[in-house]
């Protein structure tokens, strides 16, 4: 039996949604485009989706966060059907293999190792007790599955956005203890980068000088936002918000008085920036 031969009048959300994806794959009748997909050519469209939902919720707009959600979770339908296709896995093992881990990896909520089984009143742990079973757990997995590899690093994936992947490179080796032990330290070492940058700019450096201190300094604002427990991308989201916000205004003003971007000059640009700061503050 498969998703396609479920009765739809009893089916849950969850089997309805499969039985679209497998009807949108399905040979002859299905959608060319749906059919077409591969893993690869899907993945994008994963990160797309998954920055569509952060970004929703860094602007507090929760109306939509239940469809952005949804546009989410359809890429693991889309994966599953894929790969049930192709005799690699199901939805089903995807999601027994979701609760197994998680319910290994919370051995303070499920002390025996099964779904059913509960700690009694009063038996909670500090939070960096969990965290640190939490990895050491993590740690086993990989290395029960040869994912270890010679250098810590390797546990870090390489297909990760740039900046997510240097929090997590720096995240990873801190708990070695490779880290600064006071956000005043990083600080120091962002302002020491910025003079360097400043220097090869005012040398009139090769392109690649510079890109390579502007890196530098990139991955330093990366690590300040560690220390201050911030996530950098939503850092970065919030700021371009920002920025737009404070663009449109500038547009509107303009606008308001005739003058087009066009026609506009920098200083008068730059005027109504100060003006739509002051507004946004």
Not at 15 to 27: D, N, V
Not at 96 to 119: C, D, M, W, Y
Not at 147 to 164: F, I, R
Not at 169 to 190: C, H, N, R
Request: charged share 30%.
């Amino acid at each position: 039996m498969t998703i396609l031969d479920i009765d739809l009048t009893q089916a849950s959300p969850v089997e309805r949604i499969r039985y679209l994806m497998a009807r949108l794959r399905q040979p002859e009748i299905g959608c060319p485009w749906d059919q077409k997909q591969d893993f690869k050519s899907i993945a994008p469209f994963t990160i797309e989706e998954a920055y569509e939902v952060a970004d929703t919720i860094a602007r507090d707009d929760f109306a939509h966060l239940k469809e952005e959600l949804g546009d989410l979770f359809f890429q693991v339908v889309f994966y599953g059907q894929m790969a049930e296709e192709q005799g690699y896995f199901n939805f089903d093992e995807v999601m027994q293999e979701l609760e197994n881990k998680l319910v290994r990896r919370h051995p303070h909520v499920f002390p025996a190792g099964t779904l059913e089984s509960k700690i009694h009143s009063g038996q909670q742990i500090e939070e960096h007790t969990i965290k640190a079973r939490w990895e050491a757990i993590k740690h086993q997995e990989k290395a029960e599955k040869k994912q270890l590899g010679e250098s810590l690093l390797d546990t870090v994936p390489g297909g990760m956005a740039p900046v997510k992947r240097a929090h997590k490179i720096q995240s990873v080796v801190a708990k070695k203890g490779f880290d600064w032990q006071d956000p005043e330290l990083v600080m120091d070492k962002l302002e020491e980068e910025i003079l360097e940058l400043a220097f090869e700019v005012r040398a009139c450096a090769p392109v690649a000088k510079i890109a390579d201190e502007l890196g530098d300094l990139m991955f330093c604002c990366v690590n300040l936002a560690r220390h201050y427990k911030l996530d950098p991308d939503m850092v970065m989201i919030q700021a371009n918000h920002k920025f737009e916000k404070r663009f449109r205004l500038l547009e509107k003003s303009l606008k308001d008085q005739s003058i087009s971007l066009d026609d506009a000059s920098l200083g008068q640009m730059e005027q109504e920036w100060q003006k739509a700061k002051q507004y946004d503050e």
